[in-house]
């Protein structure tokens, strides 16, 4: 199977379109989510029913589960949680719902998906003593995938030790653990604006990571005249 995995939408339906016909020019047979497909952006709606239609394979993350009302905003910073609530009283009955029945985790084929970690979904994975945490929990999966911090990256475990990497294509070895970030799709922090996702294949057990451009000014406008925080906005221009 060749799998495309992405992450961190964030209501941002120029980004997931752009994302989703590279994915269809690459040929992957399944697209899995790792959650917050909204959240921040200005069309909450329109990428929940995208992945609705497309019958993508989705988690919960922590921006889905506030504009559900399934937990409430209480750790997010202002302009994180005034977007959070302008989501939650902009999503149809129906979206809302949907959001609320996704798993917080899930095994797929031979890897597991998460989205914070594997020990909490709101927890972040930002170095490789972060994640030697995550991978004394693995203990029948060698890879997991998982996002939220909006970062490309992957993160090895062998010979005791975990080790960050940055590489743009690998092949999973045998004798190793994995926990790999896709990067976002809607809102990188990596300081690279374009949208990121990866393609693993589990034939040939190798991971690509892609970056698309998509039409940033369209999203800006929108975020704007939604009257969300311009520094949402802005942010995406710099990928940060």
């Known amino acids: 199977m060749k799998y495309a995995i992405i992450s961190d939408i964030h209501a941002n339906l120029e980004a997931l379109d752009t994302t989703l016909k590279q994915i269809d020019k690459l040929g992957a047979d399944k697209i899995i989510c790792l959650g917050d497909i909204v959240g921040y952006g200005a069309n909450p709606n329109e ?3 995208t992945i609705r239609e497309r ?6 993350g922590n921006h889905d589960a506030v504009a559900c009302g399934k937990t409430e905003p209480d750790n997010f910073n202002p302009v994180a949680r005034d977007a959070a609530l302008w989501t939650r009283n902009s999503l149809t009955e129906e979206n809302r719902e949907f959001l609320s029945e996704l798993d917080e985790s899930k095994l797929i084929d ?3 998906i998460v989205h914070g970690a594997i020990s909490d979904t709101d927890h972040y994975i930002f170095t490789a003593y972060d994640a030697l945490i995550e991978f004394n929990l693995m203990k029948k999966q060698s890879v997991c995938f998982f996002g939220h911090t909006h970062v490309r990256t992957y993160y090895t475990f062998q010979n005791d030790s975990s080790t960050n990497h940055l590489d743009y294509e690998f092949k999973i070895d045998v004798k190793a653990k994995y926990l790999i970030n896709p990067g976002s799709i809607g809102q990188p922090r990596d300081r690279d604006p374009r949208a990121s996702f990866l393609v693993y294949d589990t034939e ?5 990571f892609t970056r698309v451009e998509y039409d940033i000014s369209t999203t800006q406008k929108k975020i704007i005249e939604a009257g969300l925080d ?11």
């Open 204 to 208: 040939k057990r190798t991971v690509k």
């Open 230 to 240: 311009r520094r949402l906005a802005d942010r995406l221009s710099f990928g940060r």
């Open 47 to 49: 990428c929940v029913e």
């Open 55 to 60: 019958s993508i394979e989705s988690i919960i």
């Open 110 to 112: 031979d890897f597991l």
